[in-house]
């Protein structure tokens, strides 16, 4: 992202707070703390967005993120109770009725995307795809049927300007479906994330495991708030409760988790850099202990490519397993990291510099089978397979 593109979105962000703290403190019918603490959650989410964006720019969870607070921050005036006479009040409320539900489906595709913010499964685009198609038709559904009781609302009423049918029991039978479909896409939601969580390495599950704790302690707030305003009203102090505490545990739970996930990874390649550049002097036992303690990744080799394929640390011939990635570091590259295929989805590392050399990272293919002149299989990495192809043509001329 660059800097225009930053400026632009730091603007719209900044245009839509104004709007929120105008509209919410001059005409809304909420108590100014609750203003600030609405638009302050949206607020969030936009500069947690943009930093990650910033942060980590092949990554599409920054923009998810940007996305979700944008979306909380148009949403907002719904949650104001605005004056049912005030000017745009219809269109106030068709929009809240959708934007209300949006923010589920685009944070549940940043749960299931992190940390490249890109969905892995066809069970994870199932989920977030019913997600989306759910705040839509539940959404207007519910705007179809939108009939509030006068006795509850007062002067602050929700009248839906595309209500066909005025039927506050069938309107409240809706509500429930939608909810209670809500809840079985988070069950599955849910499931997902401990599935991956078994299959991911120690890091990744400790940040996934604070990811779904969170979520989980969410959902508990919004079945509380969901209670409180059946069995009370929108503005009793339970509501109230569930509700900032529903959206803050939010606010902790999804940028939290991606610059917790950022934190422990630059934390554990800082030092990356240095190591390599020592692994003359440390002994051939304890480098791949080392390096695999500070990644996180006691199955980490290390391997040294050589005209003839690449050779572990004791100088045995290696041919790295097909279920790990393989990252050259230096260029020429003069060492391979063989590791877990999670340490390459979790960071995008920029070139470094250790003791005056190139430290610079890459992903190469698996070494392949290479068959010379001579006639015997060697295990070359495709990188050096490309390089030795020039020599041979310009030998042959």
């Not at 590259?333 to 590791?339: D, M, N, P, Y």
Request: net charge positive; with cysteine; hydrophobic share 50%.
């Amino acid at each position: 992202m660059n800097r225009h593109r930053l400026a632009a979105h730091v603007t719209v962000t900044a245009g839509l707070v104004a709007g929120n703290l105008w509209v919410g403190l001059k005409f809304g019918m909420l108590p100014a703390p609750s203003v600030w603490s609405e638009t302050a959650v949206g607020v969030c989410f936009a500069v947690g967005g943009l930093a990650a964006w910033w942060l980590r720019p092949r990554s599409r969870t920054g923009p998810w993120l940007l996305a979700l607070g944008l979306v909380t921050l148009v949403n907002n005036p719904f949650e104001f109770l605005l004056p049912t006479a005030l000017p745009g009040h219809g269109a106030v409320v068709l929009i809240g009725g959708i934007t209300t539900w949006l923010q589920y489906a685009i944070a549940a595709h940043v749960l299931l995307g992190y940390p490249t913010g890109r969905l892995s499964g066809k069970p994870d685009r199932a989920l977030v795809g019913s997600t989306f198609v759910l705040s839509l038709v539940g959404g207007t559904a519910l705007l179809l049927t939108l009939t509030p009781d006068p006795a509850v609302c007062a002067n602050f009423c929700y009248d839906s300007p595309i209500q066909l049918v005025n039927d506050r029991a069938l309107f409240l039978r809706l509500r429930l479906m939608v909810n209670l479909a809500w809840l079985a896409l988070a069950l599955v939601l849910m499931v997902l994330l401990v599935h991956r969580i078994a299959r991911a390495t120690p890091p990744r599950r400790r940040v996934l495991g604070f990811a779904v704790a969170m979520f989980g302690l969410s959902w508990v707030f919004y079945i509380g708030l969901s209670i409180a305003v059946t069995v009370g009203s929108v503005r009793s102090p339970a509501a109230e409760f569930f509700r900032y505490s529903h959206q803050w545990v939010g606010v902790v739970g999804l940028p939290g988790t991606f610059f917790v996930g950022l934190l422990r990874e630059r934390l554990a390649f800082a030092s990356v850099g240095m190591l390599v550049g020592k692994l003359a002097q440390v002994q051939a036992s304890e480098v791949e202990a080392t390096l695999g303690e500070v990644l996180h990744d006691n199955g980490l080799r290390v391997a040294f490519p050589t005209g003839d394929g690449m050779v572990d640390v004791a100088g045995r011939p290696f041919e790295p397993p097909s279920d790990r990635a393989v990252t050259l570091i230096g260029d020429p590259a003069t060492v391979v990291l063989v590791h877990d295929p999670a340490l390459a989805d979790d960071r995008e590392l920029p070139r470094r510099r250790s003791h005056g050399s190139s430290a610079g990272t890459r992903q190469c293919p698996p070494a392949r089978r290479d068959t010379g002149a001579a006639g015997r299989g060697t295990s070359v990495p495709a990188t050096h397979r490309r390089r030795r192809r020039p020599r041979a043509a310009t030998a042959g001329t």
